[in-house]
């Protein structure tokens, strides 16, 4: 199994607008082949979002980063700046 953990920052969003954004995408990782959970994180005080994913495989969780689901709801998101994205093996 992979952790994986994405970290951002909004820009021209506020935090109620991302947690409304949020209920509307996640169904969609309902589908993402090889995601075993994803726990969405707010830090509104500080400005840091994101998630920390588990994943089957590194297989799973690299195919899921070239995906149009990552590419479009969080890697090209104007709203989403100081993208940070880790894998941790356990």
Not at 45 to 69: D, I, P, Q, R
């Amino acid at each position: 199994m992979v952790i994986q953990v994405v970290n951002f920052n909004l820009e021209g969003i506020g935090h109620q607008d991302y947690l409304g954004a949020t209920v509307d995408v996640a169904p969609a990782f309902n589908d993402v082949k090889g995601l075993k959970s994803k726990v969405w994180l707010s830090d509104e005080e500080n400005n840091v979002y994101g998630g920390v994913y588990t994943w089957e495989n590194k297989e799973a969780m690299e195919a899921f980063g070239e995906s149009e689901l990552f590419t479009n709801a969080v890697k090209n998101n104007p709203n989403f700046v100081n993208l940070s994205v880790k894998s941790f093996g356990i």
